[in-house]
């Protein structure tokens, strides 16, 4: 595995999602303005398992995205040095695709790829896996206070679909 660039420590005074909202566990790789790589542990004992099912517990959809979502907003903190606690907001989900089910003791490896950020809205195409396979796709919109003076990338990278 990848050697950590984050630990939980890190990655708290940069989002100020807790438990059991919290669902980046460390980042493994990231590329300024470009890309990052974040890893969650799936856990049998998640809240979310005892009533999504009872007996057949799965990671909902829902907070795959979220957690894809928390994973592009430390890049984008990482990227711009935003000051601790910076509150970046979700703006919108296109194209997602649930491929297959998430499950306790799953490694979620949660990438994001930045597409596009102008006048602080940021588009990422981002893909969560699971033992080398994709298991949700989506591309993102989220909004933030670009810092006066920084990089803008303005035209996409990628407009591939997922």
Do not use: W
Request: proline residues 7%; glycine residues 8%; hydrophobic residues 40%.
């Amino acid at each position: 595995m990848s050697e950590v660039v984050m630990d939980v420590k890190g990655i708290m005074s940069k989002l100020p999602h807790r438990y059991p909202f919290q669902l980046v566990d460390r980042i493994l790789e990231v590329e300024p303005l470009k890309r990052i790589k974040a890893l969650k542990n799936v856990t049998n004992n998640e809240p979310y398992f005892i009533g999504h099912f009872p007996g057949e517990p799965i990671m909902p959809g829902v907070l795959q995205i979220e957690a894809l979502a928390q994973a592009g907003g430390i890049l984008l903190h990482y990227s711009y040095n935003l000051e601790e606690g910076q509150i970046i907001l979700f703006r919108g989900v296109e194209d997602a695709k649930f491929k297959r089910p998430v499950v306790p003791g799953d490694q979620l490896i949660l990438t994001a790829d930045i597409l596009s950020i102008h006048r602080g809205l940021c588009r990422m195409k981002t893909i969560a896996s699971v033992d080398g396979r994709p298991v949700t796709i989506a591309t993102m919109t989220c909004y933030f206070q670009v810092p006066q003076g920084a990089t803008e990338i303005k035209n996409d990278r990628n407009n591939e679909k997922g």
